[in-house]
């Protein structure tokens, strides 16, 4: 099979800070083991794709990382501090620190609806005190420029499309200028016009060095702009590696048949 040409990111600075590090994680809800002992390594720049079957604990392993889920056991660490040692108690400051370090963009963007674009993204940092009302509108619309909605900045949430909304989500998670954003499956809420806008959105930040865990669907998306996948199934991390070696090289039965089934899909 003839290998993509897998477009490059530009290349990071330097990869060697670890900014999330999460080992033995598991969760149950009732008898439903959701997650069994998963584990992720992410470092400055770093992209890292999490793909799986639905149901493989993708999304609750990622919610796990910044505690909007706590795990039963495992140990998290955000930039080399420990906030989540087995089932030990996490503290408030500790919580409201991962939340700032960690922005995560949601399938549903949870925008405010009473609130215009400019306002959804400036609010955050005014409820946060990192910014006087000035400095978070110059912020605020910087930030909507990058995510090329700045024409848009005065509409009202609802007045968004559900692409344009995605985009307002970003603009406000990158608002709170944090270590790595977190995306809980960004573009399946979206039709196919609207992702490729926010998967353009998502690349261009990958390319400019952001941080980023992304849970997706989006297998040509994985392809090109992870560093790195991770391959879940049930519960469990079953492989992980750079896109080329999980697209073209897996070593697990499962990984290779659902790369294969994802190559057949993107045509190759
Ligand atoms: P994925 O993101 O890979 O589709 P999820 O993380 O959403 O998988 O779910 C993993 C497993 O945990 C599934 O069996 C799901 O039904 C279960 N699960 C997730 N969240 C909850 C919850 N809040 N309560 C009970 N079961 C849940």
Redo the contacts with the bound molecule.
């Keep these: 099979m003839e290998t993509l040409a897998v477009e490059r990111r530009i290349p990071a600075v330097a990869k060697t800070e670890s900014i999330i590090k999460a080992e033995g994680v598991s969760l149950s ?2 008898n ?1 083991t ?1 997650l069994d002992n998963v584990g992720i390594d992410v470092s400055q720049s770093e992209v890292v794709t999490i793909v ?1 079957p ?8 990622l919610r796990c990382l910044n505690l909007l889920t706590k795990p039963d056991t495992g140990r998290i660490a955000i930039e080399g501090k420990l906030i989540f040692n087995n089932s030990g108690t996490v503290n408030k400051r500790d919580l409201r620190e991962v939340r700032r370090k960690l922005g995560m963009v949601f399938q549903r963007f949870h925008l405010f609806p009473h609130l215009t674009a400019l306002e959804n993204v400036t609010l955050a940092m005014l409820d946060a005190r990192i910014a006087t009302r000035d400095e978070a509108v110059e912020i605020a619309t910087g930030l909507l420029d990058r995510v090329g909605l700045l024409k848009r900045a005065l509409a009202p949430a609802p007045r968004l499309s559900g692409g344009e909304q995605q985009r307002v989500a970003i603009a406000r998670a990158l608002a709170m200028k944090p270590r790595a954003l977190l995306f809980d499956e960004p573009t399946s809420a979206l039709d196919p016009e609207a992702s490729r806008e926010v998967l353009s959105v998502m690349k261009e930040l990958a390319q400019q060095g952001t941080t980023m865990v992304v ?1 997706t669907h989006e297998m040509k998306f994985a392809l090109n702009v992870s560093d790195r996948i991770l391959f ?1 199934e049930a ?1 469990r991390a079953i492989e992980s590696g750079s896109a080329e070696d999980m697209f073209y090289r897996a070593k697990s039965p499962r990984a290779k048949e659902f790369f294969a089934q994802a190559l057949n899909h993107l045509g190759n």
Excluded: D, L, Q
């Design positions: 809800f009732g439903v959701a799986g639905s149901g493989a604990g993708k999304s609750t392993f849970v879940m519960g």
